[in-house]
């Protein structure tokens, strides 16, 4: 937001990583074999440290990523409330008894993996933390985790958490750096896990590294997702959702809904009422109270996302509103990286802007005339995160997302994000499930014994 260097962190390289791994190793064979009561106390515990610290970390995260406090304090709740709900699964978390013929009989057990990897991004460090460590903890698993370079602050301030909850030391280790720190932990033997949230491209590197040593990966990629406007909406309903699809996190989110469907009949009532919302959306320091959007990364970051509107003027689209830079009056913040929110019209199927994930505070509207013809437009994308529908009529709402290929769909509303939901996406926006009883499924591997109560007949 000021655009000045907070702070200096080194890289871990490939000692400092298998130092890491090493610890982790070291505090799994203690942690796995506690009970899982005994796991969620120490979770429970973590989440109420968080809960007590909600301002302070809120705030540490705002001056890490750029977004307003008001999100943060979101973010922090989430966190907290993760951690809650994968303690409360702990103590539940057990295979099942088979009875065979004869007396005989076989039983499953569900035990942790190992050691796991989490590679997290820039839009929600804190809080993408906690959605893979939390049910990794739950399993028994320990986990080195690693932020993006952008926003390597708060991950630690995590892990000081859970140290002072009481997890073993080491458990929960953070390593700092880009690329090639991430290619030391996908390579390392004794990582049995890695789990990413990010890019396409990347997301395709380390599914590459991991297949080389038989890892098991969890995908947490890109999106172009549609949200659909239908004429018989509840249009101030419509609108906050287009807002909240759009526009949280200075647009920085994997499964905004930044492909706005609106029927023709409601097209330019619609417009209108996003437009102005829109303009009064206020930009400025993340830290006052009343802003409800920050700066955007990073200077590069944001040239990307002018570049973005430069070429949707040049394809023909109109910039209703927004896309240009803004400086705050506050003189120690004109050097940030802020931009006004912006909405695009005139838009069609085969634009950039159209086609591929801006990550940034970029709508764009098309128009549509049926359902059958929205569904087809609203599929053609390698994406597949999220999706979303707004009508009156429930029966459309529940015809049209199932017709949708995406993992995460919302009737009436955008962007919320219960932990007891899995989220995840599918083709190209990857693979396995964040957050409800799903991600047990990720993070634990099932043992099948089998108990012969008679003689061993032979066959030879």
Known sequence: CTGRVISKLLCSGEKEVDLAVQSAKAAF????????????????????????????????????????????????????????????????????????????????????????VGIGAWNYPFQIACWKSAPALACGNAMVFKPSPFTPISVVRLAEIFTEAGVPKGLFNVVQGGAATGQFLCHHPDVAKISFTGSVPTGVKIMEMAAKGIKPVTLELGGKSPLIIFSDCALENAVNGALMANFLTQGEVCCNGTRVFVERKILDVFTKEVVKRTQKIKVGDPLLEDTRMGALINRPHLDRVQGFIKQAKEQGAEVLCGGDLYVPDDPKLKNGYYMRPCVLGNCRDDMTCVKEEIFGPVMSILPFDTEEEVVERANNTKFGLAGGVFTRDIQKAHRVVAALKAGMCFINNYNVSPVELPFGGYKASGFGRENGRAAIEYYSQLKTVCVEMGDVESVF
């Open 29 to 116: 064979k203690i942690w796995s074999q506690m009970s899982g009561m005994e796991r969620s106390r120490v979770l429970l515990e973590a989440a109420r440290i968080i809960r007590e610290q909600r301002e302070e970390i809120a705030t540490l995260e705002t001056i890490n990523n750029g977004k307003s406090i008001f999100e943060a304090r979101v973010d922090i709740d989430i966190s907290w409330q993760c951690l809650e709900y994968y303690a409360g699964l702990a103590g539940s978390l057990a295979g099942e008894h088979i009875q065979l013929p004869g007396g005989s009989f076989g039983y499953t057990r569900r035990e942790p993996l190992g050691v796991c």
